[in-house]
């Protein structure tokens, strides 16, 4: 270690293609959602019988459907759906389970074997499972999807935030701050959140990327978003009986969940990489 | 391969020269070792020296690539030039390597002995499988294992450090190379246990008639092993000879900063320890010098009675620091359902008295209790019995709140320069934290002018308070831990082994800052580390730690001089110092 | 070793009674009267009363869960409450199919996983490496039941090579089982197999970088030489982990592959119930999924007592 400080070099590294793609990815998913806030093609709930099992053409992009709906405009609000419930099981995971990691990593003791065990058992619980109970007690709708998603993903964002929080809290600035009396919770917010924010920035594109996986497998078997709502999955289920005759009514929600889905994939391993720089090849 | 320069020579490096895409990290390496002979590497961290043997091994890192020439002997092709197919033959037969880890050197879920045997079975130097594994044996009792079948079917984390590097030299040696390497092996390893292995590597290279090439920061370690050394600095060799002559008679003045630095037994006129700066002035030790231990002592404790009238008249000042039967017995492991608990005893009552004024010497290596010891002392840890009193108060079964109080007046600088600053804080902010107690008000102009005070105290210029910790070395980083203990003004100074992670050149300089400091703040200095060099330097009065115990205490001079408990002896007799082991040459 | 494997069986032990109970409360307590769900709002207090006594839904709650839980690791399941037919016969029939899925789509995803990760790893920085990490990366974000479709479209549909849908029991007959179950499982086991890739990948590379790596290298040992003797098995840790998690994973997306393909499985026999608003089934077939997921993690927690001697020493 010479006197020579440490240059920028370490800190600023050379822009991800992973997060680049990642981020374009993303930001087309959003425009999106929010293009079909003020404009689509079509209505993309009101059937058109006269219209319908179209090909691609200049006015129908994508082709229309069996009831004869623009597809391309559904695909765009489809993504409204998708968004809404990706954020709102991220936000419903990130709230709790964050939180719940922290005080396990910092208290230890019982409050951390309860808060894993919890984890643990949740975790047997995948958020597709969640998401047919709740469809069975409570009937399919957007807001079960969400919520059912949002608890099958909270064991995820405490294991992270826990072992994130042990790992600081088994270094020396932390002994530090406790050999100068600051507060738990002074120590949470000044020491432990700051460190960790990164590792929880990249569950929650992980975690999102997850959601949007389960939000389409549930509107695919009829229990997440209700019809008429366009959402990727149902319109995905629809196809299937046209296969053998209009397979591009297949392709395209595919794709559009496989956009989404690749998107908030790479951001999160292009801001892991970023934030972690273990993996890196050099040095 | 044009010349026949090569022959009789070891290894002949020329122009070695080790460069990335961007920057050259060695540049015009040259080495020339005839059979048996042990040279010496010096050089801190970043000097390049570990690039150096990766290259001579032929393992460099994806991304770096070397030029120039490698001759071994044996083999007619220049090693850089050689595929890796050629190089696989020659690694681990003609040329081995002992690394400085060797927890993580070692396959963990392999048991030692088919570690051993495989060097042997991969170079088909043994008939078969199971002469391999016979071999492996013989060769782990060689290097001094107990039991060596027993070490042979361990995994690796069932042996302890020492006896993991012991195993390594045994693959090392196992096919007879002409050539180890050693890359800082006993850096990891406590006091006693480096002695030892230190010992072992000289015994089996010279009896092999191996040639020892030893790459370490350690400058007693070169003299007590080496006859030739070679000093490097950025990337270049800066100087080269006989270890004595380089020793004593440095030409470079790199060698000689390097020298001065080390040499925790020679100071300057004010007693300071010589700097890379200060090293003008030293006078190196000579080669045939061998009063080594009288001198040196002589001017301690010359330095010790102008510094510290009062240490010696003791009995009358009153107690800042009062230890009294401490003990501290940890539960193993997560709570188990079923089985009994396993209980580790880190404190076995430990009695000890320090006066105000003191400088406090906790003498350990690892495992001897000084961290937990320490952790009590700051009341981040609280004793299963005894007392503890800390410039009045009572530690032991003490509130959160009462606990403030204790810590205003006791402050820790800790070991890693890297893991005590948190990364994501200002300077200024970590500086201050201390001033941040529940019950006093927070005045940000006054924290600031503060800061800005005690970074000049620590010798850090202003603008550092903007920045962050990344952007400093680890000796300046050592400063900011520094300035963060003494901003509230504290009555005792904890020193967890503040200067071990720092490279010899910087370590004089923090030392000389913290002794300024003690002297400037009137502060109690409680100093925790293995290193006995180091604790003699700064400290009056010492205490000698081993498995939760305190096994000796005296004054310096007394523990130094005339140690009565066989582990200080073996502790004073392992922990090398550059003019005894130049001198015991 | 024995005292980590109680300790390990205790914690199953205690995650399936908890998870029986949030399973019941939430299925059996939360919805209401299940007499009154089956007989519809126009139905007399008198037939309520009988139908409530013939289900056993008038005795106290907590002696119909005893009833339900202990009935559980027996195989009796008790009886529908809309369909009035015991559910244990179905339940084992439905689990077969189920099973023979999972296993044959996770033994295929690994066979893929392995030596693709492997390899990616290995030349992480050559274009080879890094398409197939990028096929991987792509194949994660494709969901299994487009896996599913698009496999159908091609192959079913397109080159009317193998059947659509469709399940034949493989004690039945052999050859149309083997013609029914390459779709889905390949759909299951490509998208799944991705995801190993991945996994695999960075735990090799995080091997790469060991110090026992370079000490095999100092040996004489070749590059991949070093990295199959010594590194593949210390991968293999962390790879088990998410084999585990994966594994859980595959068996909530087979329900999904179940309905894809028309295939009796229990994710079938599942949103059947669910449809049907068939209570006790769903509860069932939940707590039976869920049972599958925590002996998973069991039997891998098993795993690493065997792979990593550290933990076998430690209890």
Redesign the interface.
Same mark, same amino acid.
């Given at each position: 270690?010479?006197?020579?400080?440490?240059t920028a070099s370490?800190?600023r590294r050379k822009l991800s293609v992973t997060l680049l793609v990642g981020s374009i990815l993303v930001a087309l998913v959003v425009l999106a959602a929010l293009v079909s806030f003020v404009w689509t093609p079509f209505d993309p709930v009101q059937a058109v019988p006269q219209d319908r099992l179209q090909g691609s053409s200049v006015t129908h992009l994508m082709g229309t459907d069996r009831y004869g709906r623009d597809v391309f405009s559904g695909i765009l609000y489809g993504a409204r759906i998708t968004l809404l419930v990706g954020l709102v099981a991220v936000g419903i995971a990130l709230i709790i389970g964050t939180p719940l990691g922290i005080l396990a990593g910092m208290r230890g003791g019982i409050t951390e074997e309860v808060t894993m065990?919890g984890a643990?058992?949740l975790?047997?619980?995948?958020a597709?499972?969640v998401a047919?109970?709740f469809?069975?007690?409570f009937g399919a709708s957007t807001f079960t999807a969400m919520l059912a998603i949002g608890i099958g993903s909270i064991p995820g964002f405490a294991r992270v935030a826990r072992s994130g929080t042990l790992q600081v809290m088994s270094?020396?600035?932390i002994?530090?701050?406790?050999?100068?009396?600051?507060?738990s919770w002074?120590i949470a917010r000044?020491?432990v959140l700051?460190?960790i924010i990164g590792m929880v920035v990249v569950q929650c594109s992980v975690s999102f990327?997850i959601a949007v996986?389960a939000e389409?497998?549930l509107s695919?078997?009829g229990?997440g978003t209700p019809p008429p709502v366009p959402s990727w999955g149902r319109m995905?289920q629809e196809?299937?009986q046209f296969?053998?005759t209009f397979?591009m009514l297949?392709v395209w929600p595919?794709a559009a969940?496989?956009?989404a889905?690749?998107g908030f994939?790479?951001l999160g391993?292009g801001l892991r990489d970023r934030f972690d720089p273990?993996?890196n090849?050099?040095? | 391969m044009d010349k026949k320069t090569t022959t009789g020579a070891l290894i002949d490096v020329r122009g070695l020269t080790i460069s990335t895409k961007h920057r050259t990290l060695v540049s015009n390496f040259n080495l020339r070792m005839n059979p048996g002979d042990r040279v010496g590497l010096i050089g801190?961290?970043?000097s390049g020296k570990s690039m150096t043997t990766s290259a001579l091994m032929g393992l460099l890192?994806?991304?770096v690539s070397a030029s120039g020439s490698i001759q071994l002997a044996g083999h007619p092709r220049n090693l850089v030039e050689a595929t890796d197919r050629e190089l696989q033959k020659i690694r681990g037969k003609d040329m081995s390597m002992v690394f400085q880890e060797p927890l993580t050197a070692l396959n963990p879920l392999m048991k030692v002995g088919p570690q051993v045997a495989e060097i042997m079975t991969s170079h088909k130097t043994v008939a078969s499988k199971s002469a391999a594994q016979a071999r492996a044996v013989e060769l782990l009792g060689s290097v001094k294992l107990p039991d060596p079948a027993r070490a042979a079917r361990s995994y690796p984390h069932q042996l302890s450090g020492g006896q993991r590097q012991r195993a390594m030299l045994a693959m090392a040696l196992a096919n007879n190379p002409g050539l180890l390497l050693c890359d800082e092996p006993t850096t990891a390893l406590d006091v006693t246990v480096q002695r030892q292995v230190l010992d072992l590597i000289l015994e089996s290279v010279q009896e092999r008639g191996t040639g020892l090439l030893f790459i370490t920061h350690d400058l007693s370690v070169v003299a007590n092993v080496c006859d030739r050394v070679l000093v490097m600095n950025?990337g270049q060799v800066v100087e080269e000879g006989d270890t004595g002559e380089v020793f004593s008679n440095p030409q470079h003045p790199y060698t000689r900063g390097l020298l001065a630095a080390s040499d925790l037994n020679a100071t300057d006129a004010d007693g300071r320890l010589f700097t890379v700066a200060s090293a003008a002035s030293y006078i190196p030790p000579l080669a045939e010098a061998q009063p080594v231990v009288e001198a040196a002592n002589a001017e301690i404790s010359d330095l010790r009675e102008h510094d510290q009238a009062a240490g010696d008249t003791a009995p009358e000042v009153p107690s800042l620091i009062s230890v009294k039967d401490l003990t501290r017995i940890y539960p193993v492991g997560r709570s188990s359902l079923f089985g009994k608990r396993s209980e580790v005893h880190a404190l076995k009552g430990v009695s000890f008295d320090v006066a105000a004024g003191q400088r406090f010497g906790v003498v350990g290596e690892s495992g001897s209790g000084k961290s937990t010891l320490l952790r009590i002392l700051?009341?981040?840890d609280q004793p299963t019995s005894g007392s503890v009193r800390v410039a009045g108060s009572e530690v032991a079964g003490a509130k959160?709140r009462d606990?403030?109080q204790l810590?205003?007046q006791?402050?820790?600088v800790?070991?890693?320069?890297m893991?005590?600053?948190?990364?994501?804080?200002r300077v200024r902010?970590?500086i201050a934290?201390?001033l941040?107690?529940?019950g006093q008000k927070v005045d940000s102009a006054k924290h600031r002018k503060m800061v800005a005070e005690m970074l000049g105290s620590v010798g850090l210029p202003a603008d550092a308070a903007e920045r962050f910790p990344?952007?400093?070395?680890?000796?300046?980083r050592q400063r900011i831990?520094i300035a963060?203990a003494l901003i509230?003004e504290p009555r005792v100074l904890v020193a967890d082994e503040p200067v071990s992670a720092?490279?010899v050149s910087?370590r004089a300089q923090v030392l000389n800052l913290l002794s300024d400091l003690v002297d400037d703040y009137h502060l109690t200095l409680v100093f925790v580390s293995h290193d006995l060099g180091v604790v003699r330097h700064i400290c009056d009065n010492v205490v000698v730690m081993n498995e939760g115990r305190i096994v000796e205490s005296g004054t310096t001079e007394q523990i130094y001089d005339s140690p009565q408990h066989a582990y200080t002896r073996t502790l004073v007799n392992s922990s090398m110092s550059l003019r005894n082991e130049l001198a015991l040459r | 070793m024995g005292i980590r494997l109680l300790i390990n069986l205790a914690?199953f032990v205690?995650?399936y009674v908890?998870?029986t109970v949030?399973?019941f409360l939430?299925?059996r307590a939360?919805?209401g009267d299940p007499a009154q769900i089956a007989l519809g709002v126009n139905a007399t207090p008198e037939l309520l009363a009988k139908t409530r006594a013939e289900f056993g839904t008038d005795r106290p709650l907590i002696v119909q869960y005893f009833d339900w839980a202990l009935g559980l690791p027996t195989g009796n399941f008790g009886t529908s409450y809309v369909t009035r037919q015991d559910i244990s016969p179905l339940i084992v029939d439905r689990v077969q199919v189920s099973l023979i899925l999972v296993l044959l789509a996770m033994v295929l995803a690994l066979a893929i996983a392995i030596p693709f990760g492997t390899y990616a790893a290995v030349k992480?920085?050559n274009p080879s490496g890094i398409i197939v990490s990028g096929i991987s990366?792509?194949g994660?974000?494709?969901?299994n039941?487009?896996a599913g +479709?698009?496999l @159908? #479209?091609v192959f079913a =549909?397109g080159l009317g090579w193998l059947p659509?849908n469709g399940w034949t029991p493989p004690g039945e007959d052999f050859g149309d089982f083997i013609s029914r179950v390459v779709l889905p499982v390949l759909a299951l086991a490509s998208v799944q197999g991705a995801i190993l890739t991945r996994y695999v990948r960075?735990a090799v590379?995080?091997v790469m970088n060991e110090d026992y790596l370079r000490t095999a290298r100092s040996k004489g040992l070749g590059k991949l030489e070093s990295l199959i003797k010594h590194g593949l098995r210390n991968a293999s840790i962390p790879v088990l982990t998410v084999t585990s998690?994966q594994l859980?994973?595959l068996i +909530?997306?087979a @329900? #999904?592959i179940e309905? =894809?393909f028309v295939i009796p499985g229990l994710g079938s026999m599942?949103?059947d119930?669910?449809g049907n608003?068939d209570?006790l089934t769903?509860q069932s077939v939940?707590m039976v999924?869920?049972a599958i997921?925590?002996i998973i993690?069991l039997v891998v927690d098993v795993l690493y007592t065997i792979l990593d001697p550290r933990i076998r020493k430690g209890a």
């Open positions: 270690m010479s006197a020579e400080p440490v370490s800190t065990r643990d058992i975790l047997a619980f995948p597709l499972l047919i109970m469809g069975a007690v270094t020396e600035y002994m530090a701050a406790k050999a100068s009396s600051q507060s002074r000044r020491h700051p460190n990327a996986l389409a497998a695919f078997l229990l995905l196809s299937q296969l053998g397979p297949a595919g969940i496989a956009v889905v690749l994939t790479l391993d273990k993996l090849g050099d040095r | 801190e961290s970043g890192p994806e991304g950025n700051a009341g981040l959160e606990l403030v810590r205003q006791l402050q820790i800790f070991q890693d320069p893991g005590s600053l948190d990364p994501r804080m902010d970590i934290e201390p941040l107690v529940p990344h952007q400093f070395s680890g000796g300046q831990s963060r509230c720092l490279d910087v | 914690r205690v995650t908890i998870a949030a399973v939430f299925m939360i919805p992480h920085r990366q792509v994660v974000a494709i969901p039941f487009l +479709i698009l @159908v #479209v =549909v659509a960075s590379m995080e998690v859980a994973a +909530i997306g @329900v #999904v309905r =894809v599942l949103l119930a669910v608003r209570l769903v939940v999924l869920v997921t925590l993690n």
